[in-house]
């Protein structure tokens, strides 16, 4: 009998949303992911057979079409070992397969959800989400999420037993409470070859951030190994020894700087669970008003009740961490040609921008005056 097994993928992207109320980091470790692993131990009894046929008769709810797909997207290898697809596999082969994430047993109910889309062909949308909406339907989320809108704008819905594969298939996504591009396959095809673009982190990929206290440098790269605090299993950590977590690299530059805080943009070489967040707290940044990783409070700044009245107010104006996916490029499924998209800031976050550099513009008059 074949053994098998199949695991997902630790952190192929930079953000996930869980869909509870509130959270967006309740999933297990080995629910966040968008990558599914299986291993295939051909047992002495299989006789000799395709590897597409084997694949497509062992794995249910993936048709034989998907899985030639991805072996000719290299998703699939044999003895450690690129096959085609006519490959025939015999008692004691190992056939291993990476294979982005379909979902299952969910229904999808279509919901008239205004959405951002910002490009669409017959391959592939990316739509500009905004901060607040949850993206995956799940506990405590069944309706009024990312993928429900999807549903209605794609006119197609899908149930535990449904075989339409069109729906919105998200090749990442990205917190419930930040916003930004997100692009979403429509086909097979699409999902397989930019599943691969993210997995091999060929993406490009550029936030915005805003960030407690002044940085250093104008430009910077911070490393260090990210994942789950064992301590709180709500947020994430660096394990800078690297013997813990997954290898996680964020380049930034300076935009513009306000004393008490600054803006960056950051662009991500690997894609870890809330990388951006994670690694500016580690180095005493944290994203201004990130609750979740010590952002939401007077981190840098004087001890006056006015000053204190202005971070509420800051607060208030910008309800949710300081972080915009601004800028995703990738190479298309179809066409190859490279498509690079842009985003201006929320209203929000550009709302708080210009309430902090009038603030300090202000106190270098203030200074001069003095």
Not at 3 to 24: H, K, L, T, V
Not at 128 to 145: L, W
Not at 214 to 229: S, V
Request: a negative charge; hydrophobic letters at 35%.
């Amino acid at each position: 009998m074949d053994n098998r097994y199949f695991e997902f993928e630790d952190d192929p992207i930079q953000d996930f949303d869980s869909a509870q109320a509130g959270d967006e980091v309740a999933y297990e470790d080995e629910q966040q992911e968008m990558f599914e692993h299986y291993r295939f131990d051909i047992s002495s009894g299989q006789v000799p057979m395709r590897v597409d046929k084997y694949l497509a008769t062992h794995m249910e709810y993936t048709s034989r079409h998907r899985i030639q797909l991805a072996i000719k997207a290299e998703y699939i290898r044999v003895n450690d070992k690129i096959v085609k697809a006519n490959y025939v596999v015999r008692p004691g082969d190992v056939v291993k397969f990476v294979m982005p994430y379909q979902r299952r047993g969910l229904e999808i109910l279509p919901e008239d959800i205004p959405l951002n889309i910002v490009y669409e062909d017959d391959d592939l949308l990316v739509l500009n989400k905004e901060a607040g909406m949850v993206v995956h339907p799940g506990h405590g989320h069944f309706s009024g999420t990312l993928i429900n809108a999807l549903a209605h704008h794609l006119g197609i819905s899908q149930g535990p037993d449904a075989e339409d594969e069109r729906m919105g298939v998200l090749v990442h996504r990205i917190d419930k409470d930040t916003s930004g591009l997100l692009v979403v396959a429509k086909n097979d095809e699409s999902q397989l070859d930019l599943a691969k673009q993210f997995f091999v982190h060929s993406i490009e990929r550029r936030y915005v951030a805003i960030v407690w206290g002044n940085l250093k440098e104008d430009e910077g790269t911070i490393t260090g190994n990210i994942g789950r605090d064992p301590n709180d299993r709500m947020r994430f950590k660096v394990f800078p020894d690297g013997d813990y977590g997954k290898h996680a690299v964020t380049h930034y530059r300076v935009l513009e700087r306000f004393g008490y805080v600054t803006v960056v943009e950051c662009r991500l070489e690997t894609g870890r669970t809330h990388q951006i967040r994670v690694h500016f707290n580690w180095i005493g940044h944290p994203l201004f008003n990130d609750s979740r990783y010590d952002g939401s409070e007077i981190r840098k700044g004087t001890i006056y009740a006015k000053y204190r009245q202005f971070i509420e107010n800051c607060f208030k104006l910008l309800p949710r961490q300081a972080l915009h996916a601004k800028t995703l490029g990738f190479v298309h499924p179809k066409t190859k040609q490279m498509v690079r998209l842009d985003s201006e800031l929320p209203a929000d976050m550009q709302a708080l921008i210009d309430k902090w550099r009038k603030y300090s513009e202000n106190m270098t008059q203030f200074l001069e005056e003095e």
